[in-house]
């Protein structure tokens, strides 16, 4: 293979990736809203004897249909959910899998990664509405 012919199949292959990361970037999978319930810890033991944990918990989005969405946290992600309690606003990015077992396919959405979702402060105009609000006197008058 020629140098010039090398260097142009690693152009092209330099172009894909590019474009890939590109593409997974574009499809981000999060949802954003309240943790509702936070379900019991789950452990065991795999076939090579080691152990494992999940926790599932319900994040309720405030869609019209279908608002809840139960998600799990396995292995060291579970412990990042101790972070958080039932009632927080959060943003959950999260994977999708499914696999068949005797002629059923079976879904899981996995928590790779969970943050709290800060409220915004007041605009200054609206921090000045409510202050001067406030200040009303009891007969009315401006001054």
Request: hydrophobic share 30%; with cysteine.
């Amino acid at each position: 293979m020629s140098d010039e012919v090398y260097y142009y199949a690693n152009e092209l292959k330099r172009k894909k990736l590019k474009k890939l990361k590109q593409l997974k970037q574009q499809i981000k999978m999060e949802i954003k809203g309240r943790i509702t319930k936070k379900l019991a810890v789950e452990t065991g033991m795999s076939k090579s004897g080691k152990s494992w944990q999940k926790q599932s918990f319900v994040v309720d989005t405030g869609a019209e249909y279908n608002p809840e969405v139960c998600f799990q946290a396995f292995g060291d992600k579970a412990e990042m959910l101790n972070k958080f309690e039932e009632g927080q606003e959060v943003s959950v990015a999260f994977n999708i899998s499914s696999r068949e077992y005797n002629g059923k396919y079976y879904h899981n959405i996995d928590a790779w990664k969970i943050e709290p979702l800060i409220a915004e402060p007041p605009s200054q105009g609206e921090s000045l509405q409510a202050a001067d609000l406030g200040s009303s006197n009891e007969d009315g008058l401006p001054f």
